[in-house]
């Protein structure tokens, strides 16, 4: 079945430590984003990246880093520079193909990210 | 991309039709609205989108006001497994390639009552 997979599921880090977040589709999808969202709160983006070996930041990327070395993957470190780091992750992808006139997101099942 | 505005919170029985506004007045021309649900703890489901015609999938009908400041998703028979948060969202699509991210607000929490 195509998809996006994130694991793990639950994750749990000591305060001070860097940790990487996977993200992987079979889709085929050009497009892949970064959300993060906290308690009763909407998301919102952290980076993306519209194709291979490119990437821009959005709202909230400080503390944060990513890498786009193939298609299928998008792994996201949260820093020790990360103030806040607990709350859940959410992995997303899209077609970006010139001529498409619309580009609905495809969300993983997200890594809920506790740091302590 | 354009602000949108939704209640907080609704309730719906069982097997009625579900109505969930979003007024967005500022919206631009080439602005889509696009509609998108999270059942808790899951990542959002996307649900329908549309410009200015009305639009209708196997999930739900998505009802855009002839001067596109509002918009109605409506999903015909609730279940208990529609209760979840249904976000409003309006952003520029780029035809020309060039997507970015979506920006989402809190939601509607649409609860389904047996």
């Known amino acids: 079945d195509g998809g996006i997979t994130q694991s793990p599921k639950y994750l749990f880090r000591k305060e001070g430590q860097n940790v990487t977040l996977s993200c992987e589709q079979n889709l085929n999808h050009d497009a892949m984003y970064w959300y993060r969202q906290d308690p009763g709160q909407g998301l919102r983006l952290i980076y993306y990246?519209?194709?291979?070996?490119?990437?821009q930041k959005g709202d909230i990327a400080e503390g944060y880093s990513v890498s786009r070395e193939k298609k299928e993957s998008f792994p996201l470190t949260v820093t020790s520079a990360q103030k806040n780091p607990t709350a859940f992750y959410l992995c997303?992808?899209?077609?970006?193909?010139?001529?498409?006139?619309?580009?609905?997101?495809?969300f993983g099942p997200g890594t809920r990210l506790t740091v302590t | 991309d354009a602000k949108t505005t939704q209640p907080t919170s609704m309730d719906c029985a069982e097997g009625r039709a579900a109505n969930l506004p979003c007024n967005h007045s500022t919206i631009s021309g080439n602005e889509y609205v696009y509609w998108y649900r999270q059942i808790h703890s899951q990542g959002p489901q996307y649900i329908i989108h549309?410009?200015?015609n009305n639009e209708t999938n196997e999930m739900a009908s998505l009802i855009i006001t002839e001067d596109r400041k509002s918009s109605t998703l409506i999903l015909p028979h609730a279940t208990l497994r529609d209760t979840a948060v249904y976000y409003c969202i309006v952003r520029v699509v780029y035809s020309g390639g060039g997507a970015d991210g979506l920006t989402f607000g809190k939601g509607t929490h649409l609860i389904i009552q047996p």
């Open positions: 990246s519209q194709i291979v070996n490119d990437f």
């Open positions: 997303a992808s899209s077609i970006n193909s010139e001529g498409r006139a619309s580009y609905e997101q495809y």
């Open positions: 549309g410009l200015k």
